[in-house]
T-cell receptor, first 115, second 114 residues
Framework: AQSVAQPEDQVNVAEGNPLTVKCTYS??????LFWYVQYPNRGLQFLLK??????LVKGSYGFEAEFNKSQTSFHLKKPSALVSDSALYFC?????????????FGSGTQLTVLP | DAGVTQSPTHLIKTRGQQVTLRCSPK?????VSWYQQALGQGPQFIFQYYEEEERQRGNFPDRFSGHQFPNYSSELNVNALLLGDSALYLCASSTEGTGYREQYFGPGTRLTVT
């Protein structure tokens, strides 16, 4: 069965500093990987995805993520954090065939950017 | 361009009752997926509908059922409600063409079972 691990429940960073939110995954075959953000009492908002090709993926609002196949990781990064980036972030994985095609989410990481 | 819409926003039901939640996908999308998000957890996949048929199903009991209409909108039905069914129910839409597309989520329906 496929799975996603987000090892940090909470990440705190000062405004203007770089931020990293960690994600590792397990899936059969090559993965599709995603990051979503959730603001309070809202649905999930798509940030970026890795399908194939370049390991560094750029997404919305200045976020990027690096796919590392050997470490089965897909960490979310941003060079300079904003207070408005404070939210709940979810990593998700999907396989490419059969039952693995369903989207599996991690438990989420609460990012707080301190002014 | 309207995004994914869900109704109702909030719902309070009693144990043993039945509930129906509704979802309209983003314009141009033909696939609808449903997720359950319990408090403090990530979304859990319930099932996915494409061409009016259930195509994938997660680890949820048969009390959870769904339907997709010809206009691609969808319903999630839950029978014999349990206290543990209290959660945010999210609908997501996408297109399943030659390549994989990201899912777009609605704002969710908050279900409280008392």
């Amino acid at each position: 069965a496929q799975s996603v691990a987000q090892p940090e429940d909470q990440v705190n960073v000062a405004e203007g500093n770089p931020l990293t939110v960690k994600c590792t995954y397990s899936v059969s075959g090559n993965p599709y990987l995603f990051w979503y953000v959730q603001y309070p009492n809202r649905g999930l908002q798509f940030l970026l995805k890795y399908i194939t090709g370049d390991n560094l993926v750029k997404g919305s609002y200045g976020f990027e993520a690096e796919f590392n196949k050997s470490q089965t990781s897909f960490h979310l990064k941003k060079p300079s954090a904003l207070v408005s980036d404070s939210a709940l972030y979810f990593c998700a994985v999907r396989g490419r065939s059969g039952s693995a095609r369903q989207l599996t989410f991690g438990s989420g990481t609460q990012l707080t950017v301190l002014p | 361009d309207a995004g994914v819409t869900q109704s109702p926003t909030h719902l309070i039901k009693t144990r043993g009752q039945q509930v129906t939640l509704r979802c309209s996908p983003k314009s141009g999308h033909d696939t609808v997926s449903w997720y359950q998000q319990a408090l403090g957890q990530g979304p859990q996949f319930i099932f996915q509908y494409y061409e009016e048929e259930e195509r994938q199903r997660g680890n949820f009991p048969d009390r959870f059922s769904g339907h997709q209409f010809p206009n691609y909108s969808s319903e999630l039905n839950v029978n014999a409600l349990l206290l543990g069914d209290s959660a945010l129910y999210l609908c997501a839409s996408s297109t399943e063409g030659t390549g994989y597309r990201e899912q777009y989520f609605g704002p969710g329906t908050r279900l409280t079972v008392t």
